[in-house]
T-cell receptor, first 117, second 113 residues
């Protein structure tokens, strides 16, 4: 079974600064996907970024980038130029390589990020 | 946004009563999922479906049942609600032809008193 751990329950950052959220996972799989989801106060789960384990290059999406360290089983999210709208709960999630079970996700506990003006 | 609608959005019910939550999608995605969200646990998979009438258990399935009689609808039933089932419930969908990502509904806040 897979486990995902987010060791930072809460974090805060000043507007326009950079913040990094940590995530570690445990798996015996070699092929898998990792995701970061954002949950603002509206409760909607929003996909932020995705990383395929077979890709060595770290994924980036505008101000969001990841540091994927496969050997260390680490998957951190860096948010650059933080904005007030980035205030949300962030979840790290693991998914085995797709198969008949589809996109079953294992989530971490979440990190509440607050961006201060 | 993916076309996923959960109903109801909020519900308060009494211990011991049956409750059914509905997830409706307009994306024709093959896979559908029910998760529950609790503080300190993130989201945990309750049940999922990989086709009409094809369902399987997730990690926290005790006390829940599901049904999928049509591609677009996935129902989650609490046969006899308990206070431990007070939670926020999310439906998600995916279709491997469109990538591995799962897309989520707006969530249903269920309170069992």
């Amino acid at each position: 079974a897979q486990t995902v751990t987010q060791s930072q329950p809460e974090m805060s950052v000043q507007e326009a600064e950079t913040v990094t959220l940590s995530c570690t996972y445990d798996t015996s799989e070699n092929n898998y996907y990792l995701f970061w989801y954002k949950q603002p106060p509206s409760r909607q789960m929003i996909l932020v970024i995705r990383q395929e384990a077979y890709k060595q290059q770290n994924a980036t999406e505008n101000r969001f980038s990841v540091n994927f360290q496969k050997a260390a089983k680490s998957f951190s999210l860096k948010i650059s130029d933080s904005q007030l709208g980035d205030t949300a709960m962030y979840f790290c999630a693991f998914m085995k390589h797709v198969g008949t079970s589809g996109s079953r996700l294992t989530f971490g506990e979440g990190t509440q990020l607050t961006v201060n003006p | 946004d993916a076309g996923i609608t959960q109903s109801p959005r909020h519900k308060v019910t009494e211990t011991g009563t049956p409750v059914t939550l509905r997830c409706h999608q307009t994306e024709n995605h093959r896979y559908m999922y029910w998760y529950r969200q609790d503080p300190g646990h993130g989201l945990r998979l309750i049940h999922y479906s990989y086709g009409v009438k094809d369902t399987d258990k997730g990690e926290v399935s005790d006390g829940y049942s599901v049904s999928r009689s049509k591609t677009e609808d996935f129902l989650l039933t609490l046969e006899s609600a308990t206070s431990s089932q007070t939670s926020v419930y999310f439906c998600a969908i995916s279709d491997l032809d469109n990538g591995p990502e799962a897309f989520f509904g707006q969530g249903t806040r269920l309170t069992v008193v």
